[in-house]
């Protein structure tokens, strides 16, 4: 009778314990899929972030690529209206000295 009772108490402390092991390993499951989810979040976050900064560094670069071409299209412009201009010069010299050798002449 006695070593009934005690049967009867060492499979009720083994299942008092496979119950507490059951709900331990239940609330580290819990736990880590915890950790887990936040650690999915805050990289989805970062990933947001880092594609935000992309498109950001993207337009930066774009407008900075337009505004390189504007320069370069003005720099162009007033080459070229130099080079008229210097073109004008020429002429009015030229014309300025053919009717000062025609003076000379007449």
């Known amino acids: ?8 108490r060492a499979l009720k402390e083994e ?3 496979s119950k ?5 390993g239940k609330r580290d499951k819990r736990d880590l899929n915890d950790v887990l989810y936040r650690l999915e979040r805050v990289e989805l976050e970062a990933r947001a972030k880092v594609e935000v900064e992309k498109r950001k560094t993207k337009t930066l ?7 390189n071409q504007d320069y370069t299209e003005e720099k162009a412009l007033r080459l ?8 004008e010069e020429k002429k009015t010299q030229q014309a300025t000295n053919e009717a000062n050798s025609f003076r000379t002449i007449v």
């Open 20 to 24: 507490s092991l059951t709900e331990s």
């Open 15 to 17: 299942q008092y314990v």
């Open 1 to 8: 009778d006695s070593r009934l009772a005690k049967a009867e």
């Open 80 to 87: 070229h209206s130099m080079y008229l201009v210097g073109q």
């Open 61 to 67: 670069l774009d407008e900075l690529e337009q505004l």
